[in-house]
């Protein structure tokens, strides 16, 4: 993502509306399929209250929410969280807010500062991140696991992959 990005910026052609347009084309349609056919599974093997809690977990993972609701709901490695169908969505959703946040950071980045010096502001931010989730992984690991500020370094890493060498 971030070699699009920075790639739209060197040829002065970046539009984050287009950068999400492209992230939910490649996203959406295989999140869909994928969860109507887990409703249909659902509906034919679950119990009625258990098949209304799996809409509400396939309605939050459809707007990219449902790590704010499995954090809400259980911590990772509780009994309830094991039987959870699209507990794998809550990743799915860290990735789509960091990649609502990402480029419009970027963007303004860009309007303040050189592109070396936002590589370097992304490479120390990487590393802060990481060093924020180790603290916080210790202190509340449900948090650290289920919420963007402790997993974004995560994915900056992937970025820097794309920047380095400086």
Same mark, same amino acid.
């Given at each position: 993502?971030?070699?699009?990005? /920075?790639?739209? !910026?060197?040829?002065? *052609?970046? +539009?984050?509306?287009?950068?999400?347009?492209? @992230? #939910? $084309?490649?996203?959406?349609?295989?999140?869909?399929?994928?969860?109507?056919?887990?409703?249909?599974?659902?509906?034919?093997?679950?119990?009625?209250?258990?098949?209304?809690?799996?809409?509400?977990?396939?309605?939050?993972?459809?707007?990219? /929410?449902?790590? !704010?609701?499995?954090? *809400?709901? +259980?911590?990772?490695?509780?009994?309830?969280? @094991? #039987? $959870?169908?699209?507990?794998?969505?809550?990743?799915?959703?860290?990735?789509?807010?960091?990649?609502?946040?990402?480029?419009?950071?970027?963007?303004?980045?860009?309007?303040?500062?050189?592109?070396?010096?936002?590589?370097?502001?992304?490479? /120390?931010?990487?590393?802060?991140?990481?060093?924020?989730?180790?603290?916080?992984?210790?202190?509340?690991?449900?948090?650290?696991?289920?919420?963007?500020?402790?997993?974004?370094?995560?994915?900056?890493?992937?970025?820097?992959?794309?920047?380095?060498?400086?």
């Amino acid at each position: 993502m971030t070699g699009i990005i /920075f790639r739209g !910026f060197e040829r002065d *052609n970046f +539009s984050v509306v287009k950068f999400y347009i492209a @992230r #939910a $084309n490649r996203i959406v349609p295989a999140l869909g399929v994928f969860c109507l056919t887990i409703l249909i599974f659902g509906f034919f093997f679950l119990t009625p209250i258990e098949f209304k809690a799996l809409g509400k977990d396939v309605g939050s993972s459809m707007v990219f /929410f449902s790590n !704010f609701v499995y954090w *809400n709901d +259980s911590g990772y490695i509780d009994e309830k969280s @094991r #039987a $959870n169908w699209l507990l794998h969505t809550c990743s799915l959703s860290v990735e789509w807010q960091f990649y609502l946040l990402y480029p419009l950071v970027l963007v303004i980045m860009k309007s303040l500062m050189s592109s070396k010096l936002i590589k370097l502001t992304l490479f /120390f931010g990487t590393v802060l991140g990481f060093i924020f989730c180790i603290i916080v992984s210790y202190k509340w690991a449900s948090s650290a696991y289920y919420l963007l500020p402790a997993r974004a370094w995560e994915m900056m890493m992937g970025g820097l992959a794309f920047l380095l060498p400086f």
